[in-house]
């Protein structure tokens, strides 16, 4: 009797092990510790092989080939076996997690197109109540309130946003004014002075908990307002990797039933492991169109991938 029960729970592991793949820790020694591989990975943060490399291994994988387990091919190449693209846009996309009080969309600063696509979705959609930025340093609320109360202009909130935010603020001003044309607040998220001195991983770490219990007490004092989340994609994860919480993971240790939805958002033309899934649509496919990227194996670190 003891043998076939053996047997059958050896059978399970293979099945449900395989659904979805092992998560692989980065080094101890590396500048992200204690995150995921896959984390660095899905950013482009750590890049696997080049872009040559990944073309070679999306027609490798499709031909059936296997790698060993916890390797950059194996995550990419699962990926790419069940990846599903559709044509969208992000106003589409946001209506998906329509049934979530918290919808996080996390991007790449660089990329100013992600800012002035958000600007416009939040303008097509009704849905949400507050637009919170990581963009703003929490001590810069009453600026920001002043703003949404007419005190001040957005001129003058762009001398303050510009002596905490490094990078371009065009695209962000866009974002701001559209939130306050369609009626959202905008919440102050940030602390990124008080950890200046602090290393890069544990900066973030800290940085996500000032985060996160500025949208738990919003949502304490709020409990029916949604809440979309605007920010680097480091802090837009579902999970991070074992030891580390993700700011979804600390605010709903607070409310058990709390949905959150997650988005990361893309520049298409760029050459990462994405490309080659890209690569592959349609050529009747318009050239400006936004696509949207569900795959199983990215299940534990984001709902969506979302390519401008």
Not at 176 to 195: P, T, V, W, Y
Not at 223 to 229: F, K, Q, S
Not at 237 to 244: A, P, R, T
């Amino acid at each position: 009797m003891i043998r076939p029960i053996f047997n059958l729970l050896i059978l399970l592991v293979f099945l449900f092990g395989s659904a979805q793949l092992a998560a692989t820790p980065l080094a101890s020694d590396h500048f992200l510790y204690p995150r995921d591989k896959e984390v660095t990975w899905m950013t482009g943060i750590e890049t696997g092989l080049s872009f040559s490399g990944n073309k070679r291994l999306y027609k490798s994988c499709l031909s059936g080939s296997s790698f060993n387990n916890g390797t950059y091919k194996e995550f990419v190449c699962e990926l790419y076996k069940s990846s599903k693209i559709v044509e969208t846009s992000l106003a589409d996309a946001l209506k998906e997690f329509d049934s979530m009080q918290v919808v996080m969309v996390g991007e790449r600063h660089t990329f100013h197109k992600n800012q002035f696509e958000l600007a416009k979705a939040i303008e097509a959609t009704s849905s949400f109540d507050v637009l919170a930025l990581e963009m703003f340093n929490y001590q810069s609320q009453s600026a920001v309130n002043d703003y949404l109360n007419e005190i001040i202009d957005l001129n003058e909130l762009k001398v303050v946003l510009a002596g905490e935010w490094k990078y371009q603020l065009d695209g962000y001003l866009e974002l701001i004014k559209a939130a306050k044309e369609s009626g959202l607040k905008i919440l102050a998220l940030d602390d990124r002075q008080r950890f200046i001195r602090a290393n890069f991983s544990d900066g973030l770490i800290f940085r996500d908990q000032v985060m996160a219990d500025i949208l738990s007490e919003h949502l304490v004092d709020h409990p029916h307002e949604r809440i979309l989340v605007y920010s680097g994609k480091l802090h837009a994860f579902k999970d991070l990797g074992e030891g580390i919480a993700s700011i979804a993971e600390i605010i709903k240790q607070g409310n058990l039933t709390l949905e959150v939805g997650h988005i990361q958002l893309f520049d298409k033309n760029r050459k990462n492991l994405y490309f080659p899934l890209l690569s592959a649509l349609p050529l009747t496919l318009s050239k400006e169109a936004t696509f949207s990227l569900k795959s199983s194996v990215l299940n534990n670190y984001t709902d969506m991938i979302l390519f401008h």
